[in-house]
């Protein structure tokens, strides 16, 4: 990497700094320190570069060399550039920033950033005692070399009783172990879609399905979620008649990003429909554990599959932890076998000590998760009162479950928004990282997965910053990268 910058390189890089977009009465100093940091917010300019001297930067520029002096302290001022006197001055973020391989900036151990790109919930108290029981059960592991390409019994056994508690009988045959609910995701699109098939998902959809499908080069189709009202069903059911993709991925559990939650009738509808168009449903139930106000389940959408066309991934990462990575698969057993082959050219299996932390949890289910719903409600409650309050034009249908709220903004401004809002330390996922081709711009998803006060404090912020950016026009900063 390059540890200095010349003058008539940056000057190069800095371009028409003097007429950026945006730019209104600021001062030269202030537009030229506004252009470096835009430069490193691009990646174009890299960290701990040194900076050409002053002198050297005002006669590449043609202009004053106070004008730098003053763009320098600014930057000195916005912790992004370090100076030591005679030595030079050094490019930086503020506040811990680093940008990622990306290139996009991603918080590291940032306490003042409250973090709303990713929506899952800190870990249970019962993680600890769990871990300490796990340890204790793993020398009866020890004895054999560890691999289970399906999963421990014991887990898998857990699983299949989960479901069967739901009302669908499932033996642990029909059960895998993954690394997670999107490894699950992952090895199922491998060996369920060749190159280019056709998929539909909903609109918005989980950002990270999107990414595995991209992977694979799928073709994607949406069915488009209504702010209040969720799927339509003529149109689900029409898309799946008329176009027949390969594979339908569906969240009808506490959908997210939109909290919505598909009624039994339209379930057993889109299974009938699939099945009669060819089409392989992978259903999603990471929200499933996590109705809220009492709100009622309908019954699992495999129930209504009598032909293998519904396969459910689903895992430990919302109503647990998403650190321990336990996912699974329910299946068929020549599904799960299959899967299973599949996954040894992949990863093998998954680790036997946090398979047993899992086990030693869901034997503690119903008092973790019952915890976790009065937590997610109180914190649902205090966001929607903020939203309320501070940005009554947004508008919001409530969720009954799940983590996640997604507004209806006032405009268009989702990203514009998402970037403002990096600068007074809220990370946000703006609405075009839940669909396609950039649109969904007048929306934005909201977890309710923080402490209540750190919600309120984060909507303060970006009532904000929506005001700023009326105007002062749209900042320039970029979205977020990791959102989950
Ligand atoms: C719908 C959905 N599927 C999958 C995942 C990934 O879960 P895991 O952490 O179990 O891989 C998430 C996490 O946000 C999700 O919301």
Redesign the pocket.
């Known amino acids: 990497m390059t540890s200095q910058v010349r003058g008539g390189q940056l000057a190069r890089l800095l371009g028409q700094w003097h007429a950026l977009p945006g730019r209104r009465r600021s001062p030269d100093y202030a537009a030229l320190a506004a252009a470096v940091r835009g430069l490193l917010a691009d990646g174009r300019l890299p960290l701990g570069v040194r900076l050409p001297a002053e002198r050297e930067l005002a006669e590449a520029l043609r202009i004053s060399r106070t004008t730098v002096t003053a763009a320098y302290r600014e930057l000195r001022e916005s912790g992004h550039l370090t100076s030591r006197r005679g030595a030079g001055s050094w490019t930086m973020l503020p506040g811990g920033h680093r940008v990622a391989s990306s290139g996009l900036w991603t918080p590291q151990d940032d306490l003042d950033m409250i973090d709303l790109g990713i ?2 919930l800190a870990a249970p108290p019962e993680l600890i005692p769990a871990t300490r029981a796990a340890t204790e059960d793993l020398p009866r592991y020890l004895g054999s070399a560890g691999y289970h390409p399906t999963g421990i019994i014991e887990l898998r056994e857990a699983i299949a009783r989960s479901y069967a508690e739901r009302g669908l009988p499932t033996s642990p045959e029909q059960i895998m172990v993954t690394n ?4 699950a ?1 992952d090895l199922v699109l491998r060996l369920a879609l060749a190159p280019a098939s056709s998929v539909l998902v909903e609109s918005p959809t ?1 950002p ?2 999107l990414a595995a499908l991209a992977a694979r080069r799928a073709r994607i189709a949406t069915h488009g979620l209504a702010v209040d009202a969720g799927w339509d069903a003529e149109l689900l059911l029409g898309s799946i008649r008329q176009s027949r993709p390969r594979l339908a991925y569906l ?1 009808p559990d506490f959908q ?1 990003p939109t909290g919505h939650l598909m009624p039994a009738e339209l379930r057993e509808r889109v299974v009938g429909a699939a099945h009669a168009a060819g089409t392989d449903l992978v259903v ?1 139930e ?2 499933v554990d996590l109705p809220l106000d009492g709100t009622p389940l309908p019954p699992p959408t495999a129930t209504f599959d009598r032909h293998s066309r519904v396969i459910t991934i689903g ?4 109503p647990y932890w ?1 650190g321990l ?1 336990i ?1 699974w698969v329910r299946a068929s057993a020549p599904q799960v076998q299959r899967l299973a082959a599949a996954r040894i050219g992949v990863d093998m299996s998954s680790p036997v000590l946090d398979q047993l932390v899992a086990v030693h949890l869901l034997a503690e289910a119903s008092t973790i998760v019952t915890a976790r719903r009065t937590q997610l409600a109180r914190q649902r409650d205090a966001l929607l009162a903020a939203l309320a309050e501070r940005l009554p034009q947004w508008r919001v249908a409530v969720p009954r479950g799940g983590v996640t709220l997604w507004a209806e903004l006032d405009g268009p401004v989702s990203s514009a928004l998402a970037r403002a809002a990096e600068e007074v330390g809220v990370r946000l996922a703006p609405g075009p990282r839940f669909g396609l081709d950039g649109t969904l711009e007048r929306f934005l998803r909201l977890p309710f997965t923080l402490p209540a006060a750190d919600l309120v404090d984060a909507v303060h912020r970006i009532a904000a910053v929506r005001y700023d950016l009326d105007r002062a026009g749209r900042p320039q900063w970029r979205e977020p990268s990791v959102i ?1």
């Open positions: 929506a899952a997670g609910t999107q490894h995701l989980y990270n399905a969240i997210n999603d990471s929200f895992g430990m990462s919302k998403g990575r996912g989950a």
